[in-house]
């Protein structure tokens, strides 16, 4: 599939619009359709590959949670995004839908503190059990009692 007939599915699926710089497509998305884009993705778009996942703290604004997913066989990456409200930690898990979401989703409640709703083993995977915080937010406080490594 092109990205640019993706583009379109994309339109007129989820009424959002994706953006197309060559081979890679960029869709934002609202948070309570986050789950069943990737399904989409997977099973429309033929987007079988799980990439990396990740967050950014915007400070006020709130958290963003981003992925990537690629169709290999194919010229197509899309990266989904969705913004969290903020003050909000929850997301829906992909791990239903893409196996190698599990770990990157326990990193990233590890280092930002997302919690990914319907996750089968959600717990830090980096950090000791008794860390407090979340290292990579904007408030997490440098002078932490704890040593960043051990």
Known sequence: MTPAAASSLIQERFAVNATVTGTELGVILPVARWGEFAAFAKGTLSCTYFNWLTAVDWKEQGLEVLARVEDLGAPLVVTMRTRLDPGATHCAT???????????????????????????????????????????????AVDTPHAPYR
């Open 94 to 140: 992909l791990t239903g839908v893409f196996r190698g979401a599990g770990w990157m989703e326990r990193e990233c409640y590890d280092m930002f503190g997302v919690v990914f709703d319907g996750h089968p083993d959600l717990r830090r995977i980096l950090l000791g059990d008794d860390w407090e915080g979340y290292p990579l937010r904007k408030d997490y």
